[in-house]
Each structure stands twice: as C-alpha cells, then as structure tokens.
C-alpha cells in the first residue's frame, strides 16, 4: 500500500526538469528562489538538494556546457514561433511580415532569457545525476572533482 503511492507520486522526468527540481529525488529545488525574474538573484543555486542532499554542482566548471544546451533552447523556441507563425499569420515577401516575427521573436527570446537559463541548467544537471527512486536509503555519491574555491565559477 504504501509502496503503491510512492508510484503514484513519482514526479515525471519532464516536470521535475521544467520546475527546476533536483534530478536525484525530484523534490528537492534546485534554486534558491523560485521566482526567475528576481534578477539578482535569480541564478543562485542550493549547494546541495535542501530534500536528499545531492550537490547541484558536480565537478569544476560544471554548468559551462549549459551554453551549448540554452542554445539548443533558443533555436528550438525560435523554430516554434517561426512554425506559429507560419499558421496563424503567414509569410510573403511583398510585406515586412518576417521581420514583425523576427522582432517579436527576439522580445520573447530576451523577455523568457531567465526560464531559459534555469532550464539549461536543469536540463544539463538532469543528464549527469539520474532519478534514483531509492534515494531515501541510498547515500548521496560523493564527488572529489569539486574544488571549493572554484564553485560559482562559472
Ligand atoms: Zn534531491
């Protein structure tokens, strides 16, 4: 019975990811505030899961490879828009119609930068640390790549 609705609250891959969940329990969050549009302090990270305890930096320099995945975002988002846009409103070129998306679209891109960032580095944390559904008994790896000094050295 009660192994039954630890099934049924299992967070799902996708929704831990877009909430910025610890990819480890999915539960713990990754952020220290949860609004993203705290400019200031938006990108602050809990050193480790507040809920199982994993480190949210793995080794040295970690969440440098996150340009590579908030690229791989914004070009996904911009074929999005592009693909809308294209439905609802079309493109020709007797109009300026392409650069309105263009406009509109780089709005978006900046106005979203904060989510989008936050999501890279879930994403990136995600394919590193996997979900353990035992993570109440198993102990959390210990990570010797870290130094110290260099974490938030991005
Ligand atoms: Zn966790």
Not at 76 to 92: D, H, N
Not at 110 to 118: D, E, K, N, V
């Amino acid at each position: 019975m009660q192994e039954e609705t630890e099934i049924h609250r299992r967070p799902t891959y996708l929704v831990s990811v877009l909430s910025n969940k610890c990819p480890r329990c999915r539960q713990g969050n990754m952020f220290k505030i949860s609004n993203p549009y705290n400019l200031k302090k938006y990108m602050l990270m809990n050193e480790e899961c507040p809920v199982c305890g994993q480190p949210t930096e793995v080794e040295v320099g970690f969440y440098y490879g996150t340009a590579y995945v908030s690229y791989a975002l914004t070009i996904a988002f911009s074929v999005a828009t592009f693909i809308a846009w294209w439905v609802l409103i079309g493109f020709s070129l007797d109009d300026n119609r392409i650069f309105w998306w263009l406009g509109i679209n780089a709005f978006f891109m900046l106005a979203l930068q904060p989510i989008f960032m936050r999501l890279s580095r879930s994403i990136w944390l995600s394919w590193f640390v996997k979900y353990d559904p035992e993570w109440r008994t198993h102990k959390v790896g210990k990570n010797e790549r870290v130094i110290d000094e260099h974490k938030g050295n991005w």
